[in-house]
């Protein structure tokens, strides 16, 4: 699976794309395939605020449960309902359909602290 | 690669995996599969078709001489000298004040010698343990055996069908926890109708330097049956939809067989063994906690070491849960206060520090259809 050029990354393996004040976040082919089959995720609810570096939800797959970081800080305005009922989707689609939550940022200078994709490549090693 | 990778122990079929892309993870020590593709297809395979696992790791124990019947009825929980020839049965090694050291397979041999089958990390403590306490009292020798044998379980309803394409034993004349000696692919092959899945199938014990030729031929002979490799992921999502014990989760040092619902195994009548007096004690009076079976009732996943509240109050704790790609539900095994119904008791989840609401059910989660 290819990385996309338009994402930002951190080391805990989730990945944002920012579109004006907002960012779409998400998990990683990597973390996915990492975990396996991913059978529930746990999100946080819409209007909650999420601080970059703490954790906002968990994954959990068959054999574990891990959590997920915020890699910037805001305010939750949408979360991917769809994955609720559908959880498997993050194995197929980490990318794309499978996003977690959107947020609106409180700190936008945090996003150069973020990972370029050729930076996070490198660091998984692929 | 982390520096410790170095440190681990690898069975004869470490370059196997790899080369089968295997996810290896340390389990106690050993660096194994835990899952080849998906383990929920893996565990699927099993269910309804084949699986084909490494357990090269467990360790085997020989016991040999005049009294080797003897020794392990001294050693072990259940009364081994209702073994006929050719037959094996669970058991369990305790200390003197009823805990658990591990629980184990006793297979007897024609010959009057007994053959251990034991848990991998476990190995060298039991051997330490069963030379401590027979010390000079039984005319036998206890060796350490498993750098002389590997070990690969076939497991599921074409288990057999697989298996007897490399064998001329025939194999459905071996009974349910019966094995023989006999020969695999040409080489010989200790062959137990034994399992930890809750399916048919066999383990069968080899000499390490055949084991890789003998997973490729089984892999073979299983690809008509949509055989799949499978890691220790789904060998633990099976074995707990069958409610089979993991050491260190639902025994320990500190878990008696009886708390873990595993009085069969106990033969308090049979003559002195290690553990007995305590465990006397503990039948008369009655187990104070036991092990139940727990389905989810709400969105969460109680995971082994998480709280468990009934009625606002801690309870007990989780050993082993999970989801059960079988069932589809979210289960796990638990300790609570004895008086607990085993069924339909409501209890709570600690999951991240939130109370989700659960319910006790019998066990085994899933039973297999006799043929």
Known sequence: MTYPENFKYTKEHEWVLLEGGQGTIGITDHAQNELGDIVFVDLPKVGVTIAKGQTFGSVESVKAVSDIYAPVSGEVIEINAALATTPETLNSDPHGAAWL?????????????????????????? | MPETTALLLRTPLFETHLACKAKMVDFGGWNMPVQYSSIIEEHTAVRTAVGLFDVSHMGEIEVCGPQALDLVNYIATNNAAKLKPWQAHYSALLYEHGGTVDDILVHRLPDGNMFLCVN??????DFAHIKQVTANRFDAEVILASDRYSQIAIQGPKGLATLQKLTATNLSEIKYYWFTDGAVSG??????????TGEDGFEIYIAP??????W???????????????????????????????YGHELTASINPLEAKLGWIVKLDKGDFVGRVALEKVHAAGPTRSLYGFKMQERGIGRDGYEVWIDGKPAGWVTSGGPSPTL??????????????????????????????????????YKRAKV
């Open chain 1, 101 to 126: 939550i959107k947020v609106k940022l409180s700190h936008p200078s945090e996003v150069s602290e973020l990972l370029p994709v050729a930076d996070y490549q490198k660091y998984i090693g692929v």
């Open chain 2, 120 to 125: 991998a990390s476990n190995q060298e403590k």
């Open chain 2, 187 to 196: 080489t010989p092959a200790r062959i137990a109708r034994t399992g930890y």
């Open chain 2, 209 to 214: 330097s055949e084991a890789a030729r003998l």
């Open chain 2, 216 to 246: 490729n031929e089984l892999l073979r002979a299983g690809e008509e049956f949509g055989i799949k490799p499978c890691g220790l992921g789904a060998r633990n999502t099976l074995r707990l939809e069958a409610a089979m014990a993991l």
């Open chain 2, 328 to 365: 589809n539900k979210n289960i796990g095994l638990c300790y609570l206060p004895a008086a607990t119904p085993a069924a339909g008791a409501s209890i709570q989840v600690i999951v991240r520090n939130t109370p989700v609401q659960a319910v006790t059910v019998p066990v085994p989660f």
